[in-house]
């Protein structure tokens, strides 16, 4: 069992933009599709977006396209999130995590808070 | 997307079980082999308990197990534990993309 660790979180300004990472250890990241999942506060599971394994395609909820980019650096065993022109409504704690099942994620980061506020 | 519908609440006594339903549409959960599903404890990250429909990953007790007929999938704890008093998530794979259900707490009485 591997270990994600998100860090880049913290308070931002409408309008703002943060860069999420999420190192992962324990597992090689070049052999996953990874993911980040927000929630919001006392709130459900949103999925966001999903990068392939080789970093060739990328999806996106319908909520943040546009806005955030996904990426990855296997050599770092790194994902990225940057996220850009942030609302309000981004306001969560946000999880990276692997596909680690088909279709299904095992491994998950402890989540990192994003606060969009004036 | 829209959120895939589950009760707020479920809840049994110790022993007992109880069944979450998950219900989508033809273009996510009835479309596709791909619902999982998620137990999470406050403050916690989720944890995988069933994937495709209903197998369990190594380590996930058999009290868990799902199924799926048509738009809706289902999620059943038998012999509830107090451990398994958590909020539980379905997901499903929908063309590129994944929607999470609304989610239901679990109370053990």
């Known amino acids: 069992e591997g270990q994600l660790v998100e860090s880049g979180g913290g308070l931002v300004q409408p309008g703002g933009s943060l860069r999420l990472s999420c190192a992962a250890s324990g597992f090689s990241l070049s052999d996953y599709w990874m993911y980040w999942v927000r929630q919001g506060p006392g709130k459900g599971l949103e999925w966001v977006s999903r990068?392939?394994?080789?970093?060739?395609?990328?999806n996106y909820a319908v909520s943040v396209k546009g806005r955030f980019t996904i990426s990855r650096d296997n050599a770092k065993n790194t994902v990225y999130l940057q996220m850009n022109s942030l609302t309000v409504e981004d306001t969560a704690v946000y999880y990276c995590?692997?596909?680690?099942?088909?279709?299904?994620?095992?491994?998950w980061g402890q989540g990192i808070l994003v606060t969009v506020s004036s | 997307q829209s959120a895939l519908t589950q009760p707020p609440s479920a809840s049994g006594s110790p022993g007992q079980s109880v069944t979450i339903s998950c219900t989508g549409t033809s273009s996510d959960v009835g479309g596709y082999n791909s619902v999982s599903w998620y137990q999470q404890h406050p403050g916690k990250a989720p944890k995988l308990v069933i994937y495709?429909?209903?197998k369990r990953p190594s380590g996930v007790p058999d009290r868990f197990s799902g199924s799926k007929s048509g738009n809706t999938a289902s999620l059943t704890v038998s012999g509830l534990q107090a451990e398994d008093e958590a909020d539980y998530y379905c997901?499903?794979?929908?063309?590129?993309?994944?929607?999470f259900g609304t989610g239901t707490k679990v109370t053990v009485l």
């Open positions: 990068i392939k394994r080789d970093g060739s395609t990328t």
């Open positions: 495709e429909v209903y």
């Open positions: 997901n499903s794979y929908a063309a590129s993309k994944y929607v």
């Open positions: 995590t692997r596909e680690g099942y088909s279709y299904a994620f095992d491994d």
